[in-house]
């Protein structure tokens, strides 16, 4: 266990000090998105509730969770496998799930500016006061884990750069436009309503909702540990096939 856990520090650091280019790069890119949803359906709806004001905050700090776990981190990845620079780190004496645990925790560190700034700014600009629940940094480490894990899979499994890069596209439509993330689920067909039951990030945007907000119909336990399921599942499935790889 010492030795996994010097390892998982040292491949922190490692990936911290490889990707700090990026962290200015998508710092903007979520202020951008939290400044484009959070003020854009403002424009585009007039007179905005309360309750859907809170749809929107939570949804797009969720959705900013959705890009960095499952756009940023598998698109990462898969040019890593293009470019023959995963099979060269994974040809060290490492732990595979120390490396995948590196990656989802500089993720999440990534990611957590993002979430913040989206709660405090959607909160200043509709004026309205967020309620904190003590669950709200597990809900987003378990948020970003769950993500990042299907992330980490989909790249990972991917046979193709191309294949990895449409498919985040096509999951950032269906999270916007067919998922209960920016609504609530009652709004949805009863088809999406079904299959929004396996979507990581209906449980990642329950949670949310829940741990900030008083808005009814939230499940902060069963959300809790359906995120904590994805999560182990998928960085189990993507630890496999990377040994089996490197």
Not at 15 to 33: D, K, T, W
Not at 110 to 115: R, T
Not at 171 to 177: A, D, H, S
Request: contains cysteine; positive net charge; proline residues 6%.
């Amino acid at each position: 266990m010492t030795a996994f856990l010097r390892q998982y520090r040292d491949l922190v650091s490692m990936e911290l000090r490889s990707m700090r280019a990026e962290v200015p790069m998508v710092a903007v890119i979520q202020a951008g998105f939290t400044l484009g949803f959070v003020l854009g359906f403002g424009y585009l709806i007039p007179d905005i509730r309360e309750q859907t004001a809170l749809y929107i905050i939570t949804g797009t700090a969720t959705q900013g969770l959705v890009t960095i776990g499952l756009v940023m981190l598998p698109q990462i990845l898969a040019q890593s496998k293009h470019e023959g620079r995963l099979d060269y780190f994974l040809a060290m004496p490492i732990s595979r799930e120390a490396y995948l645990l590196a990656l989802v925790t500089v993720v999440g560190l990534m990611a957590l500016p993002g979430i913040v700034f989206c709660l405090l700014f959607g909160a200043w600009h509709y004026g309205i006061a967020l309620q904190l629940s003590p669950l709200f940094p597990a809900v987003i480490v378990l948020g970003i884990a769950s993500l990042a894990g299907v992330g980490i899979a989909l790249a990972v499994y991917s046979p193709h750069q191309q294949v990895t890069n449409a498919a985040t596209q096509l999951i950032i439509f269906y999270v916007l436009f067919f998922a209960p993330v920016l609504m609530p689920r009652e709004q949805l067909p009863a088809l999406l309503r079904e299959t929004a039951r396996f979507a990581p990030p209906s449980y990642a945007a329950d949670a949310v909702r829940a741990s900030v907000t008083d808005l009814p119909g939230t499940h902060l336990g069963a959300s809790l540990a359906a995120m904590a399921l994805f999560a182990a599942g998928s960085i189990a499935l993507s630890a496999v096939a990377i040994r089996r790889r490197g």
